[in-house]
């Protein structure tokens, strides 16, 4: 008989219980984007009042939310594919359950998350050899130390940036464009103008309010991102994939669409050149 884990989160912790809902509820469709049979096993081991917390999943958000993951998948592939012996370090990974969606058998796998939601994860997935959990604020450096970086390192940021400030965004994509020279990262963000709505108190579409995002980026502003440090040599967008439906349809051609080019969630690639380029900056 498997007892049920009680998820006691709040703020910010608690969003990756939202976005572990969404998936395992896309991924529990017979026509899901997102086949994902852990995430929908999860959702129903964790004792937490999803539907009476999230208003209950919205089919169109449980695809965009599958959709932004299936995006990052198809980069950590295209990673393991060039490097399969290669780092994934996911920081602020919650309770995303990417690595049984991709695993290589090879790669090396680092979560970083602060220490609530990282004890969470700890006691509901199980973790193998080539996986290492470490309780640490992105914010600081600490994470960094130990990486093994020698056969090559992405680092994934979904759904943790646009919690951050401006300041430590800059400050967090610098450190890791220094502390990896030739590796990656990618992540996602959220419009200005969506950051500015949840700082006034904006609600989700299950009437649950949202924790303000006080980093938004508006697509026009994506190449300035180089300026984080000299070591940035290539930033280029992820499109969403297709997916079903007219939600499905629209989400690879939304930049495409006049009322949706300057406000929507992006995601981004970052390549770092190698050590010559480096700066001090980058040190953590
Ligand atoms: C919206 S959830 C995303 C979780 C997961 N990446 C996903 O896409 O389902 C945000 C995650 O970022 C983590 N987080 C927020 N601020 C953080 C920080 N300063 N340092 C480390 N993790 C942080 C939260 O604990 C949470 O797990």
Redesign the pocket.
């Known amino acids: 008989m498997s007892v049920r884990v009680t998820a006691d989160?709040k703020g910010?912790?608690e969003?990756?219980l939202?976005?572990?809902y969404h998936?395992a509820a896309e991924a529990a469709r017979p026509d899901t984007v997102l086949p994902d049979p852990r995430a929908v096993q999860l959702v129903a081991e964790v004792d937490f009042p999803f539907g009476e917390r999230l208003g209950g999943a919205r089919p169109w958000l449980a695809q965009a939310v599958a959709l932004?993951?299936l995006g990052f998948d198809g980069v950590v592939r295209d990673f393991l594919a060039a490097h399969p012996d290669g780092t994934v370090i996911?920081?602020?990974?919650?309770?995303?359950t990417q690595f049984w969606r991709v695993d290589n058998g090879r790669a090396q796998w680092v979560t970083?998350?602060?220490a609530e939601?990282l004890a969470l994860r700890s006691r509901i997935l199980p973790h193998g050899t080539r996986q290492r959990l470490i309780a640490?604020?992105?914010?600081e450096r600490r994470w960094m130390a130990g990486i093994d970086a020698a056969r090559g390192v992405l680092v994934t940021a979904?759904?943790?940036l646009m919690?951050?400030q401006p300041a430590q965004v800059t400050e967090l994509i610098a450190a890791c464009a220094g502390a990896f020279p030739g590796g990656s990262m990618v992540f996602d963000t959220v419009s200005r103008r969506f950051s500015a709505r949840t700082r006034t108190g904006a609600k989700g579409p299950g009437g649950h309010r949202l924790p303000p995002m006080p980093w938004g980026m508006d697509a026009v502003e994506r190449d300035r991102l180089r300026t984080a440090h000299p070591a940035i040599s290539d930033v280029a967008d992820v499109p969403l994939p297709a997916g079903r439906g007219f939600l499905g349809h629209l989400a690879p051609r939304a930049a495409a669409v006049p009322l949706l080019r300057g406000d929507r969630p992006l995601i981004t690639r970052l390549r770092f050149g190698t050590a010559a380029a480096a700066g001090p900056a980058g040190r953590p």
């Open positions: 989160l910010v912790p969003t990756a939202w976005t572990l998936r932004r993951a996911a920081l602020g990974e919650g309770l995303e970083v998350d602060l939601p640490c604020d992105v914010r979904q759904g943790l919690y951050l």
